[in-house]
């Protein structure tokens, strides 16, 4: 407690003399909570992907996360107050995120690290990855970077320290956790032939209702400026299509008659200089 800085607590609401700033602090539940909740952050121990050889730096010795006070990370999802999306976030590994975020007790976090976890990065659009964690899980701070250095994810927990000194333990309105009751889990999404998130299944439900009525569900229109740039597309192709056969035919023009010459010319003469070498 010997380096505890009480100006950091103190509320300019009710000001307290310079010369007892450093004896005394007076200030609200919320920011004795919040403080010690920020100084005391325990990730949870798992990586996906390159961001995480990114994040192992961060916690080595050079960056030193004890001055955070978030040193410790937990192998267990019931021990941890923070989960860092570190990597590609795959659809066959989602299942398994949302089942260890539920597992964590409240209050809770989340940081989506790197772009792949934040909107799917380079593989945004394969089949297999998901195109950002937040589509399932409420993400808190987004580090961005492929990969983010380590300086960038502290600067992410710092950003993250920030949000929970604005939190307010009064106000059951600002965050789920500290409402009435206990907060609904995410639902765990299903796999199938694709990814299936249970929040979306009155919409999947109307979707496959119209398509076995033989009418049109979502599909995708192409706006007029696009339309008009197939068309000339495919006007291109046929003139090229038509003037094929032709060149097939071997009709040239004397241009390309004086360009193969040279060509035989040229081919003729390293094989001269070759054949004199070898000599």
């Known amino acids: 407690m010997s380096d505890l800085n009480l100006q950091q607590l103190h509320d300019t609401e009710f000001p307290v003399p310079n010369e007892m700033q ?34 192992i730096a961060t916690a080595a010795s050079r960056y030193d996360l004890s001055r955070f006070g978030m040193e410790v990370m937990r192998g267990s ?13 795959t659809k066959k590994m989602l299942v398994p995120i949302v089942r260890l975020y539920n597992q964590m007790p409240e209050p809770k976090y989340v940081l989506a690290m790197g772009a792949c976890a934040s909107g799917g ?18 993400v808190d701070v987004y580090v961005p970077g492929c990969p983010p250095t380590p300086q960038a994810l502290l600067n992410g927990l710092i950003a993250l320290q920030k949000k929970i000194d604005g939190q307010s333990i009064t106000n059951m309105d600002d965050v789920p956790w500290y ?15 694709d990814i299936i998130d249970p929040r979306q299944m009155e919409l999947i439900r ?14 995708r229109q192409l706006p007029p400026a696009a339309i ?6 495919k006007e291109r192709m046929k003139v090229k299509s038509s003037a094929a056969p032709a060149i097939a035919a071997g009709v040239t023009t004397a241009d390309d008659e004086a360009l193969a010459a040279l060509r035989s010319k040229k081919r003729e003469e390293a094989l001269a200089r070759k054949r004199a070498m070898m000599q």
């Open 22 to 55: 450093g004896n005394v602090a007076i200030t609200s539940l919320s920011r004795i909570y919040n403080w010690s909740r920020r100084s005391s952050m325990w990730p949870m121990l798992f990586g996906l992907a390159c961001c995480a050889i990114e994040m």
């Open 77 to 89: 999802p019931r021990q941890s107050d923070l989960m860092i999306v570190s990597g590609t976030v």
């Open 228 to 233: 008009t740039d197939v068309q000339k597309a």
């Open 206 to 219: 109307r979707q496959a209702e119209l398509a076995a009525q033989g009418q049109p569900f979502g599909v």
């Open 121 to 138: 990065g380079p593989f945004k659009e394969g089949y297999n990855v998901v195109s950002g964690i937040d589509q399932y899980l409420p």
């Open 179 to 193: 409402g009435v009751g206990p907060s609904d889990p995410v639902p765990i999404p299903v796999l199938g032939p």
